[in-house]
């Protein structure tokens, strides 16, 4: 069955800081990743996404991701985060079905500044 | 920029009624979900929705539940008895042809 981790609940860094939090899935099709963040009081917005091609993508605010297809992981990183980033970050990966997504448990990010 | 809106924003209802959320997708994307997240829990899904008719549903999507495209920008989601447990914010998405979606800001769903 598709399934993701991530393996940090709660990660609390200062402000230039450089951040990686990890994401492993389980998938057996089309390998499509996806990296959602949720602010404090917000909806889900999407960061980035995986599909084909170059294994490091680049999404908004600096956020970037590789996929390494040996270790089935698609670890999410920023070279120096900012107190603005403080949220929660969630993994996913397409469901049992062809049109939704399974999400990880999420890595709340604390920036203190 | 397009985005999906959902309303009420919050919602507070007694149990055993029935409650409907509402969401307006972006316009020309032709993929329909239901989210819900319970307080401190992960994002669960619930249902997609394509063409007029159910293309998938979780365990959690069950007979109390229903969804609906009444015209063609509006899509619901209907709880026919609410229970305590339904207390969860409930986040609509939208997709065009891939799996990018795009959420609503959701409706916090009270249940007392």
């Known amino acids: 069955a598709q399934s993701v981790s991530q393996h940090n609940h709660h990660v609390i860094l200062s402000e230039a800081a450089s951040l990686e939090l990890g994401c492993n899935y389980s998938y057996g099709g089309t390998v499509n990743l996806f990296w959602y963040v949720q602010y404090p009081g917000q909806h889900l917005q999407l960061l980035l996404k995986y599909f084909s091609g170059d294994p490091l993508v680049k999404g908004i605010k600096g956020f970037e991701a590789e996929f390494i297809k040996s270790k089935f992981s698609f670890n999410l990183r920023k070279p120096s985060v900012q107190w603005s980033d403080t949220a929660e970050y969630f993994c996913a990966v397409p469901g049992a079905g062809s049109y939704q997504l399974t999400f990880g448990k999420g890595t709340k990010l604390s920036v203190i500044p | ?112």
Not at chain 2, 47 to 54: D, G, K, M, P, R
Request: charged share 20%; with cysteine.
């Open chain 2, 1 to 112: 920029e397009p985005e999906v809106t959902q309303t009420p924003s919050h919602q507070v209802t007694q149990m055993g009624q029935e409650v409907i959320l509402r969401c307006v997708p972006i316009s020309n994307h032709l993929y329909f979900y239901w989210y819900r997240q319970i307080l401190g829990q992960k994002v669960e899904f619930l249902v997609s929705f394509y063409n007029n008719e159910i293309s998938e549903k979780s365990e959690i999507f069950d007979d109390q539940f229903s969804v609906e495209r009444p015209d063609g920008s509006n899509f619901t989601l209907k709880i026919r008895s609410t229970k305590l447990e339904d207390s969860a914010m409930y986040f609509c998405a939208s997709s065009g042809r891939a799996l990018g979606l795009f959420f609503g800001s959701g409706t916090q769903l009270s249940v007392l």
